[in-house]
């Protein structure tokens, strides 16, 4: 085993290795408290919207390092819509949420169109989106508070309250069984899957990560699986919201790594003059991600209203930047053209664990910040440096 390829496996498994170090600091350091089993199902809960909105922002990010700051005032701008439709017009449930996909998906679209087609740039259109989207938020709201306490269904549907849990079906009165299942049936899937794959490679001459490194992972992976469900197990089980995690990261995997549109996110973030002569349409590509980004942030506006059972004008503040934080901690390339769907959940896991480590230590809010700007920073110079064989300095 040369050093090589010991420094290349250490290379793609970093943020991996950070996330055990961290996870253990903040073990030591709380006396165990970040590892049971409540603040780990809050963990999910608290941290949906950043699973949600990073795994649309990975899309954008692909395309050459561009980025949505409009998303958070997005999730607020929805969020209110939904709630006032419901609350004060007395909209059923199930139009109320269509309407709510159809203003976000709108507004991906629209800022789609100034990015993909008038060729903006993407950083200019998503601000103004954010200011104005915020200021909208408190004119619909009208600087006020809607409570949605009471719309039960949408509640419960997207995670909001205390029994938003998959019933156990098989309890036997101290753990929940059907929590135990589905990891066991998680790790058996995605070790099959695993396997599947590295053989398919194997057999079409594609180049495979050694057997040590592969084992490896797969025990890695099996075990946090297991670790993970057995303490949601402890608690009260599979949170409703995590259903909606688990969707939204397994289409999206599959669509970055198994389908030709998804290959175009990475055609154009690498080399997007010669994606433009190869024949496809990379205007497409670039509205793709940005309506999809908005179709995104309308779920994680429903997913925050649920949570906090009401509409305000502040929610999804900071919102964007937890998202885009998470792709880049989690491998994403600030040029574009590298990231995926899993290295995102990772970083996203990473920024919640920060979080909830400093907020169980007391840590002052402002330093939390300070805190998670220079993981953010160190997240993006190992990518750049490393991209340089090494060098930290650039020569004239």
Known sequence: MGKEKVFEFLKKNTMVIVLIIVLGFFSWRTDGAILLPMNVSNLISQNAYVFILATGMLLCILTGGNIDLSVGSVVCFVGAVGALLMVN???????????????????????????????????????????????????????????????????????????????????????????????????????????YGRIKKTKSGYDVEPIWAFGFKIILIAAALLAFSYKLAQHKGIPTVLIWVLVVVIIYAYITSNTTTGRYFYAVGGNEKATKLSGIDTNKVYFLAYMNMGFLAALAGMVTIARLTSAQPTYGQNYEMDAIGSCFIGGASAYGGIGTVPGVIVGAVLMGVINLGMSLMGVDANMQKVVKGVVLLAAVIFDVVSKRGGKMIVKN
């Open 89 to 195: 017009f007395g909209v059923p449930t199930w139009a109320a949420i269509a309407i709510m996909v159809l203003i976000g998906t709108a507004i991906g679209a629209f800022q789609g169109f100034w990015i993909a087609f008038v060729r903006i740039p993407p950083f200019i259109v998503t601000l103004a989106g954010m200011l104005a989207f915020r200021g909208l938020s408190n004119v619909v709201l009208n600087g006020l508070t809607v409570s949605i306490k009471d719309e039960t269904t949408f509640v419960n549907l997207f995670g909001g309250g205390a029994d938003c849990y998959i019933p156990d079906y098989f309890s036997d009165g101290k753990l929940n069984m059907t929590c135990l299942f589905g990891g066991i049936l998680a790790v058996v899937v995605l070790v099959g899957l695993n396997i």
